[in-house]
C-alpha cells in the first residue's frame, strides 16, 4: 500500500539526485531527528513509543529533504544549521523534554500525521491512473 516506504536509502548510481549530497544530508537528519526525539520522549515511559516515529520521520522525510537539497543547495546548509542547533541546544532540549508531558506527544503526533500525509501524497502520486474506456 505505501510504496513511499520501500527504500530508505535510494540508489547513488547514475544522474540520482541522492549521489549530491546524499548521505552528508541525510545522516546528520537522521541523528537530529533521532535526538530530538529521544530528548522530547524519553523521560515519559508513556511516550517512549512515540520515538520510533521521529526515527522513521528522519529517515523517510530526511530522505525526501536530501534529495531535494541536490536541487537547492540552500537547504544543505540549513539541514546542517538544524543539526547544530540541535545539538549545541541538548540540554535546554532534555529540559523541555522532562519538565513537560503533552508537549512532545503532540508534537510526536503532528510529525506522525505530517510523516502519514506525505506518504499518503507520495503512494498516490506514483500510483498508475485508472481510466476506463
Not at 513511499?4 to 541525510?26: D, L
Not at 537539497?69 to 532534555?94: E, G, Q
Not at 506527544?105 to 500510483?127: D, E, N, P
Amino acid at each position: 500500500m505505501f510504496s513511499y516506504f520501500r527504500s530508505p536509502f535510494p540508489s547513488r548510481e547514475g544522474f540520482s539526485a541522492y549521489r549530491m549530497p546524499g548521505t552528508a544530508v541525510h545522516g546528520p537528519l537522521i541523528l537530529t531527528s533521532a535526538l530530538a526525539g529521544c530528548f522530547l520522549c524519553w523521560p515519559h515511559p508513556a511516550l517512549r513509543p512515540l520515538l520510533l516515529v521521529w526515527i522513521l520521520a528522519g529517515v523517510y522525510i530526511g530522505r525526501d529533504i536530501t534529495i531535494r537539497c541536490h536541487y537547492n543547495p540552500l537547504l544543505t546548509l540549513l539541514s546542517w544549521a538544524a543539526f547544530a542547533l540541535v545539538l549545541f541546544k541538548l540540554a535546554p532540549l532534555a529540559s523541555f523534554g522532562r519538565s513537560h508531558f503533552m508537549a512532545p506527544a503532540i508534537l510526536s503526533a503532528a510529525l506522525g500525521a505530517i510523516l502519514f500525509l506525505v506518504a499518503c501524497t507520495m503512494t498516490w502520486s506514483q500510483a498508475p491512473s485508472r481510466t476506463s474506456d
